[in-house]
T-cell receptor, first 112, second 112 residues
Framework: DAEITQSPRHKITETGRQVTLACHQT?????MFWYRQDLGHGLRLIHY???????NKGEVSDGYSVSRSNTEDLPLTLESAASSQTSVYFCASSGTLQETQYFGPGTRLLVL | GDSVTQMEGPVTLSEEAFLTINCTYTATGYPSLFWYVQYPGEGLQLLLK?????DKGSNKGFEATYRKETTSFHLEKGSVQVSDSAVYFCALSENSYDKVIFGPGTSLSVIP
């Protein structure tokens, strides 16, 4: 069955370190998205991509970057982790023409 | 910009009670509207959606009607079960497959 996976599921890191969260989907979807979930804010869009080599900034992109070298993967990098980036991160993907988004299981990140 | 407002939680109901979770939105165009559900420890799942005015989305006994005149998309269920305990997110998107703007979420607890 097609799916979307995220790794790691849990991560503890220190302030200032670089961290990369992986997202992999097997639907061959063109569109991929990264959100963060914080209490009282729902999910907020960090970055998104409409295809290979395409990336766009979302609402809360500062301190994050993404790259899209193939259809299946959209890794999210925190260049220099900050405590304000402690959150739960969700990856999502969608195809085109009326398909909805499918979400991964999430990565819980703690920055100490 | 576009935004979604939901009623504050948490909401606690007894089993078989009637559920309403209010949702209103602000959008410049004619968005698609969604309800997503997040069960404890899991990612988000699409519960239902409506893509145009007066459409009714329904799934698992939940319903919501796209009301353009009141810019609302309230979630209802006639008889909740303990298994409905989760966080519910109202959301909108300019297209069904594109980036999604989420409300803050409403936590529902159903007690036996």
């Amino acid at each position: 069955d097609a799916e979307i996976t995220q790794s790691p599921r849990h991560k503890i890191t220190e302030t200032g370190r670089q961290v990369t969260l992986a997202c992999h989907q097997t639907w061959n979807h063109n569109n991929m998205f990264w959100y963060r979930q914080d209490l009282g804010h729902g999910l907020r869009l960090i970055h998104y991509s409409y295809g290979v080599h395409d990336t766009n900034k979302g609402e809360v992109s500062d301190g994050y970057s993404v790259s899209r070298s193939n259809t299946e993967d959209l890794p999210l990098t925190l260049e220099s982790a900050a405590s304000s980036q402690t959150s739960v991160y969700f990856c999502a993907s969608s195809g085109t023409l009326q398909e909805t988004q499918y979400f991964g299981p999430g990565t819980r990140l703690l920055v100490l | 910009g576009d935004s979604v407002t939901q009623m504050e939680g948490p909401v606690t109901l007894s089993e078989e009670a009637f559920l309403t979770i209010n949702c209103t939105y602000t959008a410049t165009g004619y968005p698609s509207l969604f309800w997503y559900v997040q069960y404890p420890g899991e990612g988000l799942q699409l519960l239902l959606k409506a893509t145009k005015a007066d459409d009714k989305g329904s799934n698992k006994g939940f319903e919501a009607t796209y009301r353009k005149e009141t810019t609302s998309f309230h979630l209802e269920k006639g008889s909740v079960q303990v298994s409905d305990s989760a966080v519910y997110f109202c959301a909108l998107s300019e297209n069904s497959y594109d980036k999604v703007i989420f409300g803050p979420g409403t936590s529902l607890s159903v007690i036996p």
